[in-house]
């Protein structure tokens, strides 16, 4: 059965540090999503890629977040420098269409972020 | 402004009955209305996708429902089980208009089956 598999599942870290998420979407999804979810935002769209171009990140704060796809099966979202404030699970998610699309969209069970 | 209101926020039944889940919206233009299921500590699972014309939509125990006119869904679990506790979350899509904030989520309803 094919997942999404997210690396690290957990992660903790000091303020100010440099924090890499990685993401192995299903094979053969040419769509990737990032979410965040907080107890107090719920789930919020990071930003997306379409066979491995970035199509929309309207929802990433620029100025410190940054994601990458840089082959078909790794795609990235890194923090630099990071903020308590980050603080939250951030899920990716793939699938075969935008993300107005009527394809479902697969999630892989998430990092969860701790920044100090 | 677009929104996803859901309720209730939390819901206790015993295991076995049925129970429904309402979410409203106020986004426009509409594309697309989920439902996911998200148990503790998972991501989220999709159970199900309805368009505009579609009215009800059926996965497994699970129905939902849409109302395009009045703007709301509703998601029916028949026959609950223990399994089915999780938090379950509507999210509703924008047409493509280049725009940002495509998806709008509700907050999530947290569905506890006691034995």
């Known amino acids: 059965d094919a997942r999404v598999t997210q690396t690290p599942r957990h992660k903790v870290t000091e303020m100010g540090q440099e924090v890499t998420m990685r993401c192995q979407p299903i094979l053969g999804h040419n769509t990737v999503f990032w979410y965040r979810q907080t107890m107090m935002q719920g789930l919020e769209l990071l930003a997306y890629f379409r066979n491995r171009a970035p199509l929309d990140d309207s929802g990433m704060p620029k100025d410190r977040f940054s994601a990458e796809m840089p082959d078909a099966t790794l795609a990235t979202l890194k923090i630099q420098p990071s903020e308590p404030r980050d603080s939250a699970v951030y899920f990716c998610?793939?699938?075969?269409?935008?993300?107005?699309?009527?394809?479902?969209?697969?999630f892989g069970d998430g990092t969860r972020l701790s920044i100090l | 402004k677009n929104q996803v209101e859901q309720s209730p926020q939390s819901l206790i039944i015993l295991e076995g009955k049925n129970c429904t889940l309402q979410?409203?919206?106020?986004?426009?233009?509409?594309?697309?209305l989920r439902w996911y299921k998200q148990d503790t500590g998972r991501g989220p699972v999709s159970l199900t996708i309805?368009?505009?014309?579609?009215n009800t939509k059926s996965n497994g125990r699970y129905t939902a429902t849409l109302d395009a006119d009045t703007k709301q869904s509703s998601l029916h679990i028949t026959a609950s089980q223990l399994s089915d506790s999780a938090s379950y979350i509507c999210?509703?899509?924008?047409?493509?208009?280049?725009?940002?904030?495509?998806?709008?989520f509700g907050g999530g309803t947290r569905l506890m089956v006691k034995p």
């Open positions: 979410c409203n919206y106020t986004v426009s233009p509409f594309s697309n």
């Open positions: 998610a793939s699938g075969l269409g935008q993300v107005y699309s009527n394809q479902p969209q697969h």
């Open positions: 999210v509703v899509s924008l047409m493509n208009n280049n725009a940002g904030n495509m998806l709008t």
């Open positions: 309805m368009t505009f014309s579609e």
